[in-house]
């Protein structure tokens, strides 16, 4: 389903294809360790290149995540970050950028605040779409016509497990992009990719127009490589908050968030030379 | 309320507003799967009489519908019977329904069980019937519920299950059950979640009520047969809710019968201090309807919908949200819902100890308090069936300690 306005996603995606190039979306959580710090962190990544933002909204009881994200949630709650201050923070950030950006939440935070009061308020700060990690199309009915009512993509994940039928459902009930999830697990750091992915992508395929994101396990420029002329843009998360876990101040976390970010690009360019059929 | 969801009557796997399926997407798939073959198996002759069997010859059904004859002359008031779920192998109400969902894994060709636990009876259920059917076991129990229930753990290891320690939040139920469910998520081709309340995203409320309404069936013949009447009122304690359920869902039909449901009330009133999600009539603050761990219902949460440390000297008690469909009860006003203390909880274990020989879980001593705490209000003739849902051995160290301080 698209809306009526086209989203910064929706032309950043359009972009991305007519250069023929691999997108990146970048996944960090907001708050950690503080807003601020998340604030330098989305304008050094958008600087680097990175094409999308996911901002992820730390949750008490992150049962998608692994221990690299549920760590980072730990600090960005201990920090007092709530929905409230990262809806604010979106609004900080598009004083100087126009970066794509993705709310990531679980449904809890987002259902307390109210759908349609989260809604309104993340369409005013300039936030383009929102993927609730625990919300499948199903159980969607009044969040999917309040957030395309407030010009929102609604991003659902697409799952190795999601057969035919739901693989219709779940684009039928996305806009923006699909998320696709590499493997059966949470969120974390992992060697290879799955060898059955580009039988999965394909299959994804035959049921939407949409452009597909691929996440879960992607930390390498390599594993970036692999999905040119597959996937739309590869989430890498993880790889990055690890990196702001390790980093020594906050200056240093902010450069090496660039560079990695940019050797990711680098590897969605390249990856241009192996696309086989555009899609 | 802004917090309340359009539902539209009827569907499957909800309880009024409560319930649904709140998961990632790659569980959605495996929870129809079970949902399907949990249906085929409900109709079909050959598993009912394989669950039957089992809850027979191997659990020790039916359990004895046991008149507290030393408590009711105490009391002096409502005749009393317990509903002796302590009495099944393993020693409490959880076997009947990993019995069910162990005979469901080996249906669906799954070879591994995981298992979430709080006061390790769920876990220790099990591990005991991963163990009689040949399945692998894996229980992830928080660390200070390791640390509170050593015999349980114990237990688990030698029945042959790998218990897994969780040091993340609270280090209690509600994080063990994170953990289960980041194995399922993982494993979820060869593992089959044996998730132990009436929690979860559907089927799992439904599918545990119906594996525990056994509990109900048995007492409604037995006070019968024994009275000639039905009860007047059913105590059970409450943490997710399954042994309460599993008690008043046979009786949901019948009008007259007051059911209560007894949770978790702590050492105090504010959040943090408690596991009471319908309770705020006397004043437990925190609780609102959200989504947790699969499902819409009370949760005990603060203002920005970050879940709530609980407190309970019950480990089995000691979690932030309860079963969809009691929420749904209470909402109804068909079940009655509340709280006593730790120190109540103590005093009832320790007088069933001594004016029936019995020493109870600490978890089904709330349900004693609860019913003591009422005690004024009940008539002579009224008659009340206190489940009793488990047996009081791995609380020996808390109980020791109350011995030690106080006698």
């Known amino acids: 389903m698209i809306t009526d306005a086209t989203t910064r996603i929706t032309r950043r995606f359009s972009e991305l294809r007519a250069a023929g190039e691999l997108g990146i979306v970048a996944y960090i959580t907001a708050g950690d360790p503080s807003l601020d710090a998340t604030h330098k962190f989305v304008l050094a990544l958008a600087d680097a290149g990175a094409d999308v933002i996911e901002l992820g909204v730390p949750f008490s009881d992150p049962v998608a995540d692994g221990p690299t994200i549920q760590r980072a949630s730990e600090r960005a709650l201990k920090s007092g970050t709530n929905l409230r201050g990262v809806i604010e923070l979106v609004r900080r950030i598009r004083q100087t950028s126009q970066v794509p950006l993705v709310l990531f939440s679980y449904f809890n935070p987002i259902l307390q605040m109210g759908l349609e009061n989260f809604a309104k308020a993340a369409e005013q700060v300039g936030a383009d779409g929102v993927l609730v990690t625990d919300l499948t199309p199903e159980e969607s009915g009044d969040y999917h016509g309040i957030f395309h009512t407030h010009n929102l993509d609604t991003i659902f994940l697409a799952a190795p497990t999601s057969d035919d039928a739901r693989l219709q459902k779940i684009s039928a009930a996305s806009s923006g992009f699909l998320y696709l999830i590499s493997r059966t697990g949470v969120t974390g750091v992992k060697d290879a990719l799955p060898e059955d992915l580009p039988g999965l992508l394909r299959r994804v395929r035959n049921f939407t127009q949409l452009p597909v994101a691929v996440g879960f396990g992607i930390s390498l420029p390599g594993h970036v490589s692999v999905l040119g002329g597959l996937a739309d843009a590869a989430v890498v998360g993880s790889a990055l908050v690890s990196e702001i876990e390790k980093a020594p101040s906050l200056e240093a976390a902010a450069t090496v968030l660039a560079d990695r970010v940019r050797s990711f690009k680098q590897a969605g360019r390249r990856g241009l030379s192996r696309r086989e059929v555009a899609p | ?407």
């Open chain 2, 1 to 407: 309320m802004s917090t309340q969801l359009t539902i539209p009557a009827a569907v499957p796997g909800r309880f009024g507003p409560y319930g649904g399926r709140y998961v990632p997407e790659t569980l959605m798939v495996p929870l129809f799967e079970l949902e399907r073959v949990y249906e085929q198996a409900k109709s079909d002759a050959v598993f009912q009489a394989e669950f039957a069997s089992l809850l027979k010859n191997f659990a020790g059904r039916p359990t004895p519908l046991q008149f507290a004859a030393r408590l009711t002359a105490k009391f002096g008031g409502p005749r009393v019977y317990l509903k002796r779920e302590d009495l099944l192998h393993t020693g409490a109400h959880k076997i009947n329904n990993a019995i069910g969902q162990g005979l469901l894994a080996v249906r669906m060709g799954k070879p591994r069980v995981i298992a979430e636990t709080g006061a390790g009876q769920h876990g220790v259920a099990s591990a005991t019937v991963a163990a009689h059917l040949g399945l692998q076991c894996t229980v992830y129990m928080g660390t200070e519920d390791m640390a509170r229930q050593a015999l349980n753990v114990a237990r688990m290891r030698m029945l042959g299950a790998e218990v897994v320690g969780v040091e993340s939040g609270s280090k209690t139920l509600k994080d063990a059950i994170n953990e289960a469910m980041r194995d399922w998520v993982t494993n979820v081709r060869t593992s089959h979640y044996l998730l132990g309340s009436v929690l979860g995203a559907h089927p799992y409320p439904t599918m545990v009520r119906d594996f525990q309404s056994v509990i109900g069936r048995e007492a409604r013949q037995q006070i019968l047969a024994a009275e000639k009447r039905l009860p007047t009122h059913l105590y059970a304690c409450v943490g997710g809710g399954s042994n309460s359920i599993g008690l008043f869902h046979e009786f949901l039909k019948d009008d007259g019968v007051k059911m209560v449901g007894i949770e978790a009330g702590g050492r105090g009133n504010g959040l943090g201090e408690h596991a009471a999600r319908l309770a705020a009539h006397q004043g437990f603050t925190g609780a609102r309807p959200g989504v947790l761990q699969g499902t819409y219902t009370y949760v005990l949460q603060n203002e920005d919908g970050q879940i709530a440390a609980t407190h309970s000297i019950s480990a089995g008690l000691d979690y932030p949200a309860i079963g969809p469909e009691h929420a749904w009860l209470a909402d109804q006003h068909r079940a009655e819902y509340a709280a006593v203390s730790d120190l109540a909880a103590l005093e009832a274990a320790k007088l069933l100890s001594r004016t029936e020989g019995i020493i109870p879980a600490l978890e089904s001593a709330h349900a004693l308090a609860g019913l003591i705490e009422r005690l004024p209000q009940f008539k002579p003739s009224d008659l009340v069936i206190v489940n009793l849902s488990g047996r009081g051995d791995k609380d020996m160290d808390t109980y020791r300690r109350l011995l030690d301080e106080k006698v």
